[in-house]
């Protein structure tokens, strides 16, 4: 569990091995043991060059190579770092607070916008509700509802 503060009390159900503050040493991630890296609304705008560097090959080689999976938690989608947007299979995410962010996270995810937007505004209204874009190769179901609920393909032309 990565965060930019020990006080974060969220994730300590998920009995985690450590709390940290930074990206640990990578040498860590020896491939053999199954690992669930989180990063909890960590800090990027002012990490040292190393730490970046640290983040990078932890998204791109480290979560590919090492048997490691990585969760990132952030409250904005543009809080995300690029890199991590960039490499991430998943995404999960809440009604976006405009029309004008919505089209962007849309086009970024891969979703077309329209369809989007009407699945908020008629599927996914609970206060938790979220939409699920699953972007895996050979994945059977690309979009769910909460995780686990199959929405269903349409054409582009109902929407």
């Known amino acids: ?3 930019c503060d020990l006080d974060s009390r969220e994730w300590l159900d998920c009995d985690p091995n450590a709390v940290l503050t930074d ?12 690992t669930c890296v989180i990063l909890d ?8 060059k190393e730490q970046l560097r640290k983040l990078s090959t932890l998204m791109r080689f480290i979560s590919s190579h090492r048997n490691v999976s990585c969760i990132l938690s952030y409250q904005s989608f543009f ?11 998943c995404f999960m995410l809440y009604k976006p607070n405009s029309r004008q962010e919505l089209q962007c ?3 970024r995810v891969g979703v077309d916008a ?6 908020f ?15 895996t190769i050979g994945t059977p179901y690309p979009m769910r509802k909460n995780i686990y ?3 269903e393909e349409v054409d582009s032309d109902e929407d």
């Open 121 to 135: 505004k008629h599927d996914l209204t609970g206060t938790y509700d979220h939409l699920f874009v699953d972007k």
């Open 149 to 151: 609920e199959i929405i």
């Open 1 to 3: 569990m990565i965060t």
């Open 23 to 34: 990206i640990p040493d990578l040498a860590m991630f020896d491939g053999v043991e199954k």
């Open 105 to 107: 996270v849309a086009n």
């Open 79 to 89: 809080d995300t770092p690029p890199i991590c947007r960039k490499v991430a299979n």
């Open 41 to 48: 609304d960590f800090e990027t705008m002012k990490m040292s």
């Open 114 to 119: 329209k369809r989007m937007k009407s699945l």
